[in-house]
């Protein structure tokens, strides 16, 4: 059979899913799908960079080790791959309450994505493809397949967009552009068109990286090293506590001075992001050195956190100084930094520009509003970061199989996890720039701790089917354990014997005057259940896998009760707004007394609940009030 050049052709595989891009979203969205049966195929520019860490070598930090937890207690595999390859492991904010508290990993990068592959490629019902997507296909706004720019025809009947940074990207430092992804590699030039004709609106975003040195050329006796922690926490549930104490690599910390700002003052005029030569908004709360020399004008100094790329290279990141500053100036303004001052760049610093998408045209479920099984998770739907795009990509591929399934999508809300807290934020308000998760965003983050993801989540995860019988039968059994000790510490009363008051002297607390129980002496702040053991003699013996965690379970219930009931009846007033479900159908027209503004916002977001449609920017409490009225009346008849 002769085949004539660039013809379309219909590939015989017939897949349920198609997931385009396998970034940390496309590997969490394919793993989900095709866990949950459906036969999958995720597509990739290229196999090599599958899992790929473009930017900073870590997994984890303030409010994205939550994420990286509640993906775990969802089924996920982010945490399981970061815990079997990374090199160095802190818990951050550690000196303030557990609801900040983050887990943050330094990953060897070649490792971790060689292992998230290596899951990949091993995978029932998953296919991998090293293809470019240039068209996804419809019939009356119904997703069928998705073509490559080879010209094959994949029929499908869901679609997730995973594409991350690479949708017509350009790098850009100095005077250098070149129209590639991140790292050089291939960018996506072609979808971008496809998905503007089926009416997407797209936006132009910016990120940026530091450069990568050569460890040879730096001199760390002018540094402080930053090592690891003691006694490494895991991040997922699954692990073995014992079987991540490794020995650690260190991380070390310097600092800018005046002479680096001052080079970089001088040259401005030749940074693309100040020139006008980058048309895309970079994020907020993650600046280049130009960014924050400029804003930040008062600081004379700015930390730099030098951080190994992996155990079997001599390449280092530059952490908290990105740029796009051409190479002579890189060199300049590195080598101001103190054990920077012979350094060798081995990559120069650069910015990326992409396009992505405005995510108010998703539903929760992060399913396009108008196209039919389409879609999306990760960067491409305005975030920042291997966290926020894994979340993501986790919740697009548990609703993609869930839609072909013929069951309900599965949407968290504020009040259950970060996740929920991410994805109602990019799909409720409107935001120019790449949206970073931030403990700050959350408002019921002391019950959303990375502590208690498993407690929040696990059920769900069994439920969808991604948690096995195994894995939620130890954890029922952990949640028994805390539960019984908790009440039993109630009931158990110390004295004021020798022992007893020797101990609280030890650890400065105050003696005791009279019988107390051990559950009230857990409260005092100097204290806890840990130091109580040697005074309690009547403690059961818990698994050993699961003791560290029990016993940080017990500590926490028991110190921040009062706070954790209040939490609790705040969220009550909070669901009772997201329960109320607005109709799909309803006309916002029609309903006399709101704004103009609110029927727009009304009508281009179609908000599901009143908990969402207050949370949209230009709709205020007296446009809800509205609402309600209107709702209340159309149920009283």
Same mark, same amino acid.
């Given at each position: 059979?002769?085949?004539?050049?660039?013809?379309v052709?219909?590939?015989k595989?017939?897949?349920?899913?198609?997931?385009i891009g396998?970034?940390?979203?496309?590997?969490e969205?394919?793993?989900?799908?095709?866990?949950?049966?459906?036969?999958?195929v995720?597509f990739?520019?290229?196999?090599?960079?599958?899992?790929l860490?473009p930017?900073?070598?870590?997994?984890?930090?303030?409010s994205?080790?939550?994420?990286?937890?509640?993906?775990?207690?969802?089924?996920?595999?982010?945490?399981?791959?970061i815990?079997?390859?990374f090199?160095?492991?802190k818990?951050?904010?550690?000196?303030?309450?557990?609801a900040?508290?983050?887990?943050r990993?330094?990953?060897?990068?070649?490792?971790?994505?060689?292992t998230?592959?290596?899951?990949?490629?091993?995978q029932?019902?998953?296919d991998?493809k090293?293809?470019?997507?240039?068209?996804?296909?419809?019939e009356?706004?119904?997703?069928t397949?998705?073509? @490559?720019? !080879?010209g094959?025809?994949y029929?499908?009947?869901?679609?997730v +967009?995973c =594409? /991350? #940074?690479y949708?017509?990207?350009?790098?850009?430092?100095?005077?250098?552009?070149?129209n590639?992804?991140p790292?050089?590699?291939?960018?996506?030039?072609?979808? @971008?068109? !496809?998905?503007?004709?089926?009416?997407?609106r797209?936006?132009? +975003?910016? =990120? /940026? #990286?530091?450069?990568?040195i050569d460890?040879n050329?730096?001199?760390?006796?002018?540094?402080?090293?930053?090592?690891?922690?003691?006694?490494?926490?895991?991040?997922?549930?699954?692990?073995?506590?014992?079987?991540?104490?490794i020995?650690?690599?260190?991380?070390?910390?310097?600092?800018?001075?005046?002479?680096?700002?001052?080079i970089i003052?001088?040259?401005l005029?030749?940074?693309?992001?100040f020139?006008?030569?980058?048309?895309?908004?970079?994020?907020?709360y993650?600046?280049?050195?130009?960014?924050?020399?400029v804003?930040f004008?008062d600081?004379n100094?700015?930390?730099?956190?030098i951080?190994?790329?992996?155990?079997?290279?001599n390449?280092?990141?530059?952490?908290g100084?990105?740029?796009s500053l051409p190479e002579?100036?890189?060199?300049?303004?590195?080598?101001?930094?103190?054990?920077l001052?012979?350094?060798?760049?081995?990559?120069?610093?650069?910015?990326?520009?992409?396009?992505?998408?405005?995510?108010?045209?998703?539903?929760?479920?992060?399913?396009?509003?108008?196209?039919?099984?389409?879609?999306?998770g990760?960067?491409?739907?305005g975030?920042?970061?291997?966290e926020?795009a894994?979340?993501?990509?986790?919740?697009?591929?548990?609703?993609?199989a869930?839609?072909?399934?013929?069951?309900d999508?599965?949407?968290?809300?504020?009040?259950?996890a970060?996740?929920?807290?991410?994805?109602?934020?990019?799909?409720?308000?409107?935001?120019?720039e790449p949206?970073?998760?931030?403990t700050?965003?959350?408002?019921?983050?002391l019950l959303?701790?990375q502590?208690?993801?498993d407690?929040?989540?696990?059920r769900i995860g069994?439920?969808i089917?991604?948690?096995?019988?195994?894995?939620?039968?130890?954890?029922?059994?952990k949640?028994?354990?805390?539960e019984?000790?908790?009440d039993r510490?109630?009931?158990v009363?110390?004295?004021?014997?020798d022992?007893?008051q020797r101990?609280?002297?030890?650890s400065g607390?105050?003696p005791?005057?009279s019988?107390?129980?051990?559950?009230e002496?857990?409260?005092?702040?100097?204290?806890?259940?840990?130091?109580?053991?040697e005074?309690d003699?009547?403690?059961p013996?818990?698994?050993e896998?699961?003791?560290?965690?029990?016993?940080?379970q017990?500590?926490i219930?028991?110190?921040?009760?009062?706070y954790?009931?209040?939490?609790?009846?705040?969220?009550?007033?909070f669901k009772?707004?997201?329960n109320?479900?607005?109709?799909?159908?309803?006309d916002?027209?029609?309903?006399?007394?709101?704004?103009?503004?609110?029927?727009?916002?009304?009508?281009?977001?179609?908000?599901?609940?009143?908990?969402?449609?207050?949370?949209?920017?230009?709709?205020?409490p007296?446009?809800i009030?509205?609402?309600?009225v209107?709702l209340g009346?159309r149920?009283?008849?």
């Amino acid at each position: 059979m002769k085949f004539s050049a660039n013809s379309v052709w219909e590939n015989k595989d017939y897949y349920d899913a198609a997931v385009i891009g396998a970034g940390h979203a496309g590997c969490e969205a394919a793993l989900a799908c095709a866990r949950l049966g459906l036969h999958t195929v995720v597509f990739t520019v290229s196999v090599d960079s599958i899992a790929l860490m473009p930017c900073n070598p870590n997994i984890g930090g303030s409010s994205k080790g939550h994420l990286v937890r509640e993906v775990d207690a969802l089924g996920g595999e982010m945490g399981k791959v970061i815990d079997k390859t990374f090199i160095q492991s802190k818990m951050l904010n550690k000196s303030k309450g557990p609801a900040v508290h983050s887990l943050r990993a330094q990953a060897d990068k070649a490792d971790y994505s060689r292992t998230m592959r290596l899951v990949l490629e091993n995978q029932e019902r998953l296919d991998i493809k090293q293809q470019e997507v240039v068209d996804i296909l419809t019939e009356d706004q119904k997703v069928t397949g998705v073509q @490559t720019y !080879s010209g094959a025809v994949y029929p499908c009947r869901a679609v997730v +967009l995973c =594409t /991350g #940074t690479y949708l017509k990207a350009r790098c850009i430092y100095g005077e250098v552009s070149t129209n590639t992804g991140p790292n050089g590699l291939q960018a996506a030039n072609y979808l @971008t068109d !496809s998905l503007k004709k089926l009416g997407i609106r797209m936006y132009r +975003l910016k =990120t /940026g #990286t530091p450069a990568r040195i050569d460890r040879n050329s730096v001199d760390f006796s002018k540094m402080e090293e930053q090592p690891g922690d003691e006694r490494v926490v895991p991040f997922s549930f699954t692990t073995n506590p014992d079987d991540v104490q490794i020995d650690q690599v260190s991380c070390w910390l310097t600092y800018t001075n005046e002479e680096t700002h001052n080079i970089i003052r001088n040259n401005l005029d030749r940074s693309p992001l100040f020139s006008g030569k980058i048309e895309g908004t970079g994020p907020r709360y993650c600046p280049s050195i130009e960014d924050k020399v400029v804003k930040f004008a008062d600081k004379n100094r700015h930390q730099v956190f030098i951080e190994p790329e992996g155990l079997n290279t001599n390449e280092m990141y530059i952490g908290g100084m990105s740029s796009s500053l051409p190479e002579d100036v890189q060199y300049a303004m590195y080598r101001t930094v103190p054990g920077l001052e012979h350094v060798k760049i081995v990559r120069n610093a650069y910015a990326i520009e992409y396009d992505c998408i405005d995510a108010r045209q998703l539903k929760p479920t992060l399913e396009f509003k108008k196209i039919d099984g389409l879609f999306s998770g990760g960067q491409f739907n305005g975030s920042s970061g291997y966290e926020e795009a894994a979340a993501q990509g986790l919740m697009a591929g548990i609703n993609a199989a869930r839609k072909l399934s013929g069951l309900d999508g599965i949407v968290l809300d504020r009040s259950e996890a970060y996740i929920g807290v991410l994805i109602d934020d990019l799909v409720t308000k409107e935001s120019h720039e790449p949206y970073r998760m931030m403990t700050s965003r959350a408002e019921y983050r002391l019950l959303l701790r990375q502590d208690n993801a498993d407690e929040r989540l696990t059920r769900i995860g069994y439920e969808i089917g991604l948690i096995s019988e195994d894995r939620y039968q130890i954890f029922l059994d952990k949640m028994r354990f805390v539960e019984t000790e908790v009440d039993r510490l109630s009931h158990v009363y110390v004295g004021t014997d020798d022992k007893v008051q020797r101990l609280l002297i030890d650890s400065g607390s105050s003696p005791l005057l009279s019988g107390i129980s051990l559950k009230e002496l857990v409260r005092r702040p100097e204290l806890s259940y840990s130091i109580l053991s040697e005074i309690d003699e009547g403690r059961p013996v818990f698994p050993e896998k699961l003791k560290d965690e029990i016993e940080e379970q017990v500590n926490i219930r028991i110190k921040y009760q009062g706070y954790i009931n209040r939490q609790l009846r705040q969220v009550e007033q909070f669901k009772k707004l997201e329960n109320k479900r607005i109709p799909e159908n309803i006309d916002y027209d029609s309903i006399k007394s709101l704004r103009i503004e609110a029927v727009q916002k009304l009508k281009e977001i179609r908000p599901v609940s009143i908990g969402q449609a207050s949370r949209i920017s230009g709709v205020s409490p007296a446009d809800i009030s509205v609402l309600l009225v209107y709702l209340g009346g159309r149920n009283e008849s």
